[in-house]
């Protein structure tokens, strides 16, 4: 079983710079994919960024680009997500999700609220 916990949301004004950091744990935990999504009422949750756990390439939504970046620590199993540059429609809750070779389950966290004020 895998468990994704993530951290850094909060409120930040328009410009303004918040990271976020997802911590996987579980005993045969081989991630394929690890990213974030978003999601705010009314509206379906949406991809923002991902990783490829091997070979590190990036994945980012066009609204994103030039303004988040996504890394991992292997060591740590851990996923970040820089984002500079925020813009009040950033604001909503960001999931981390995590998918593992030869596993047919998709993994989420509980969530984080990240709120940008204009």
């Known amino acids: 079983q895998v468990q994704l916990v993530e951290s850094g949301g909060g409120l930040v004004q328009a410009g303004g710079s918040l990271r976020l950091s997802c911590e996987a744990s579980?005993?045969?935990?081989?991630?394929?994919?690890m990213g974030w999504f978003r999601e705010t009422p009314g509206k379906e949750r949406e991809f923002v960024a991902n990783?490829?756990?091997?070979?590190?390439?990036?994945f980012y939504r066009d609204s994103v680009k030039g303004r988040f970046a996504i890394s991992r620590d292997n060591a740590k199993n851990t996923v970040y997500l820089q984002m500079n540059n925020l813009k009040p429609e950033d604001t909503a809750v960001y999931y981390c999700?995590?998918?593992?070779?030869?596993?047919?389950?998709?993994?989420w966290g509980q969530g984080t609220q990240v709120t940008v004020s204009s």
């Open positions: 999700n995590a998918v593992q070779t030869g596993d047919p389950l998709n993994y």
């Open positions: 579980g005993r045969t935990f081989r991630p394929d994919f």
């Open positions: 990783i490829r756990w091997n070979t590190q390439s990036t």
